[in-house]
């Protein structure tokens, strides 16, 4: 059974996420391994080696919010 979904903010309406928590590193592993994914400029530079921090995006590549919290990817894909 997969664990409950987090809400995400989405620019209005709060709605589940259709990515379960858990999967979204391995998610995002695959997507690049597999070049399916283009990441977004990187906006901080200073922060992209920071990868050890819990609020780190693997996505954005910089400090704000988890991979796992992180609506656009999840969106992207």
Known sequence: MYPPHRVTYDGGTNTPSLTPVDHT???FKLCMKNDLLKLP???RP??????????Y???HRMLGH?????YIFKNEV
């Open 25 to 27: 590193k391995m998610l």
């Open 57 to 59: 995006c693997l996505y």
């Open 46 to 55: 200073s922060e992209t080696d920071r990868v050890d921090e819990p609020n």
């Open 66 to 70: 988890s991979i796992e919290d992180c």
């Open 41 to 43: 400029a990187i906006r």
